[in-house]
């Protein structure tokens, strides 16, 4: 992203984050810690566990973005991961007021699958995500200025491990 005329952005800071997981026996972890990787220091979030076998089982970590943070969200066109991958798919899942107070679970999303041992970046275009289609009738308009949290889901059943060395959010 350093190339003339690149978009401005910025590492995204979170307030806090927290887990979910169904209640099937799958778990959900995050941790945060230094990390030396090929050769340079990283600030990484690990989100690891295992889901389970029932096709609904899931995990996640949803952040909270810090209030410059989330500004930048409402003004994004392009948000990047930089990942140590382990092959396993993860939904990457932006949330707003209006699915909040909806009570729907319908987010605006983008399945990634970030190949196994290597560090990538992945870059979503806001107008790339679409709605789950795991939630067919919950249909909500994408307001972008009210935008309200980060997630990250696993996707595919069994153990996942993803190291998340950055992500950032770009005008």
Excluded: C
Aim: glycine share 6%; net charge negative; aromatic share 14%.
């Amino acid at each position: 992203m350093n190339e003339k005329n690149s978009p401005q952005g910025t590492t995204a800071v979170f307030s806090d984050w927290f887990i979910v997981k169904d209640d099937f026996g799958s778990s959900a972890n995050l941790t945060t810690q230094i990390e030396f990787i090929r050769g340079q220091h990283w600030t990484i979030y690990t989100f690891f566990g295992e889901l389970m076998p029932p096709d609904i089982s899931y995990g996640g970590a949803i952040f909270h973005p810090n209030p410059p943070t989330l500004e930048i969200m409402k003004k994004m066109k392009l948000l990047s991961l930089t990942v140590l991958g382990d092959g396993q798919s993860y939904e990457v899942k932006l949330s707003t007021t209006e699915i909040r107070l909806n009570d729907t679970h319908n987010y605006y999303q983008k399945i990634i699958t970030p190949p196994k041992g290597e560090i990538s970046t992945i870059h979503i275009y806001i107008n790339e995500l679409s709605q789950s289609p795991f939630y067919p009738g919950e249909s909500m308009p994408f307001v972008q200025d009210n935008i309200e949290l980060f997630f990250i889901q696993s996707h595919s059943k069994g153990e996942f491990n993803l190291k998340i060395l950055d992500i950032s959010f770009y005008i």
